[in-house]
């Protein structure tokens, strides 16, 4: 009997229990129906959690304020019934003052807010505008995208985006572009110049040259004092050697441009170009080794008058008493510095037992005209080298060179694989 009684004052506390929850649930239940406050009942593992929030109406008013756009809503006829303080700023006029008046009367074109209108019934709804500020005295570019509110709201919601600061960039593109344009045009100018300047230099030019060179051939030496005779000889070493000049000047120039590449079999062109300067060969007893070489995708021409140059300068600048020995062929290792590591390259070696330079000097052989011995103990023009790299450069590929006084030189072809 004592038992029973227990178990019914167990079941009456858990009543008045449920009681107590049921009656706070339905407090919040209606509370929430009231709209006294907004809440929302969580239940996480079977418990349940009650979080508070602020009233919606408030925290859509705080997000459009805080809006980097002007935010307006309208009626039918663009009365302005609401906009946040950014739509103020950028009309340097109050809120307050902005509320009650009409869109239209801060266009600078106010006939177009009735476009504006017709055009939401096609579905355009964005538009680039231009608005007044400040009473009027000054205006700016802004973006303007508008809403229907209907049916929940007679009215129509604004975002305006000011576009200052756009068009004043795309204003400075435009002018950057068209500058570069000038340049282009005038850089085009000039390269049609510089094409007459080389015919000029390369016919015109050559003409008197060859007829100096002709004619101090034709004066028989023996017949003039030895002064007159050797005045005679330095005047023809000098054309003969501004004849040079001028050919290596427009050999120069042709190279400045990219020619249409197609395979080319380096082995092919180093066998031709042994061929041209076998002369030149047999008369320093040179020897020159050739291993294996790729196929690569190149201008021939081109090719040829890199190797040329190369072979010519190792063998040019031999030592007195020893045979050239130059040694092309294929380096697998491309552990070095190139500019683009991003491509693969196929690396070439032109090394020779020559003089050699010093370090300091490797920076300036490419550059033309440069000269690192006298003319009378070296010929040429201080050309060869700026060609290969020009060529190097119209192939997007790298040329660089290593080199040890007394031992030789060695220079490094990358080619891209393409």
């Excluded at 929030?53 to 663009?78: H, N, V, W």
């Excluded at 050919?247 to 120069?252: G, P, S």
């Excluded at 300067?277 to 690569?296: F, G, H, R, Y």
Aim: aromatic share 6%.
């Amino acid at each position: 009997m004592k038992d029973k009684d227990k178990n019914i004052d167990r079941l009456l506390a858990e009543i008045a229990t449920l009681k107590e929850e049921l009656f706070e649930s339905n407090s919040i239940v209606n509370a929430i129906k009231q709209g006294d406050v907004d809440a929302l009942v969580v239940h996480n593992n079977g418990v349940p959690q009650l979080y508070s929030l602020e009233t919606a109406d408030y925290t859509y008013r705080l997000l459009i304020e805080k809006f980097r756009q002007g935010a307006l809503s309208i009626s039918k006829d663009g009365l302005i019934l609401y906009c946040n303080d950014y739509f103020s700023k950028l009309t340097g006029i109050s809120s307050e003052m902005i509320i009650g008046t009409y869109l239209h009367e801060y266009f600078d074109n106010p006939a177009q807010f009735v476009q504006l209108i017709e055009a939401m019934e096609y579905g355009i709804t964005t538009h680039e505008i231009l608005l007044k500020s400040e009473s009027g005295k000054k205006t700016f570019p802004a973006y303007i995208a508008l809403t229907d509110l209907e049916p929940a709201v007679e009215a129509i919601g604004i975002v305006i985006t000011d576009l200052t600061e756009k068009k004043k960039h795309e204003g400075a593109l435009i002018q950057h572009q068209s500058e570069l344009e000038e340049k282009i045009t005038e850089l085009n100018r000039i390269n049609s110049n510089l094409k007459e300047f080389i015919h000029v230099i390369s016919h015109d030019l050559k003409e008197p040259l060859r007829k100096i060179v002709m004619h101090s051939e034709r004066i028989q030496g023996n017949n003039l004092i030895e002064t007159d005779a050797k005045s005679l000889s330095v005047m023809k070493l000098s054309a003969l050697r501004l004849n040079s000049l001028i050919d290596d000047l427009v050999q120069y120039s042709s190279h400045t441009a990219q020619l249409e590449r197609t395979e080319v079999d380096l082995n092919s062109v180093i066998s031709e170009v042994v061929d041209d300067l076998e002369i030149s060969i047999t008369d320093k007893n040179a020897q020159i080794k050739i291993n294996k070489l790729p196929v690569i995708q190149a201008s021939r021409v081109q090719m040829r008058q890199l190797f040329a140059n190369l072979i010519t300068n190792a063998i040019k600048y031999s030592k007195a008493d020893t045979p050239p020995l130059i040694q092309i062929y294929q380096d697998d290792n491309i552990n070095t510095d190139i500019p683009n590591q991003n491509t693969k390259f196929v690396k070439i070696k032109i090394k020779d037992n020559g003089i050699g330079m010093e370090s300091g000097h490797l920076l300036k052989i490419f550059t033309i005209f440069q000269r690192l011995h006298a003319k009378n103990e070296y010929s040429g023009n201080g050309i060869g080298l700026a060609i290969c790299k020009k060529i190097m450069e119209n192939h997007s590929g790298t040329i660089t060179v290593e080199s040890t006084p007394n031992e030789g030189t060695t220079f490094n072809l990358y080619f891209p694989i393409l």
